[in-house]
């Protein structure tokens, strides 16, 4: 079974801080992604990363960055947190672009 | 930039009753995914459609993909309480897989 693991369920973070949020897959798939999910929004896509040390900003990138240094794993950074970045983060990976994706089970930030 | 609408935003059906849920996309798609998401959950895979008017069926659930690869459908047919969740469409471009707003499906035994 793929697994998509999420380093952290819940993560409780001040204003400012820079926050750092891992995702490691163990399928040695291509395609990475990071979405957040908030009511009403749906899934909005914040990075996909398609290959090491490649990444392509999604629709909501402002206030974000990446990094995917090993094909395994891809990280969201958020260089200064805010309140408006509270929100339920999920990370996903797939094999190749016309594959199914796998999601982690979320980790849930609340900037405080 | 490339968007999927997917409505009805939430919808409450009695058990036994049909649901549908639709998107749309205001450019041609490669392929679209559709995922469940049970209430506290992550997105699961249902299934993926790639081919114009394609119809694909797991038991209950009947998927179309529109002539134009602009459009899509689920449609659950005699709901049951086990069908709760959240349901989303997911369109693809090249290596980039957008999501709709999702629909929120309740189901009343």
């Known amino acids: 079974d793929v697994k998509v693991t999420q380093s952290s369920r819940y993560l409780v973070k001040r204003t400012g801080e820079k926050v750092f949020l891992e995702c490691v897959q163990d399928m040695d798939h291509e395609n990475m992604f990071w979405y957040r999910q908030d009511p009403g929004l749906g899934l909005r896509l914040i990075y996909f990363?398609?290959?090491?040390?490649?990444?392509e900003k999604g629709d909501i990138p402002e206030g974000y960055s990446v990094s995917r240094e090993k094909k395994e794993r891809f990280s969201l950074i958020l260089e200064s947190a805010s309140t408006n970045q509270t929100s339920m983060y999920l990370c996903?990976?797939?094999?190749?672009?016309?594959?199914?994706?796998?999601f982690g089970q979320g980790t849930r930030l609340t900037v405080v | 930039g490339q968007q999927v609408m997917q409505i009805p935003q939430y919808q409450h059906v009695q058990e036994g009753e049909d649901f549908t849920t639709y998107c749309n996309s205001s450019t041609t798609l490669s392929n679209i995914q559709w995922y469940k998401q049970r209430p506290g959950g992550h997105p699961v895979f249902l299934i993926q459609l790639v081919k114009s008017g394609e119809v694909k069926k797991q038991k209950r659930l009947t998927f179309q993909f529109g002539e134009a690869k602009k459009n899509s459908s689920l449609h659950i047919t005699a709901t049951q309480t086990t069908d709760v969740g959240t349901y989303f469409c997911?369109?693809?471009?090249?290596?980039?897989?957008?999501f709709g707003a999702g629909t929120i499906l309740r189901v009343k035994s």
């Open positions: 996903a990976s797939s094999f190749s672009r016309n594959t199914e994706a796998f």
């Open positions: 997911a369109g693809l471009w090249g290596n980039k897989l957008v």
């Open positions: 990363s398609y290959d090491v040390k490649m990444k």
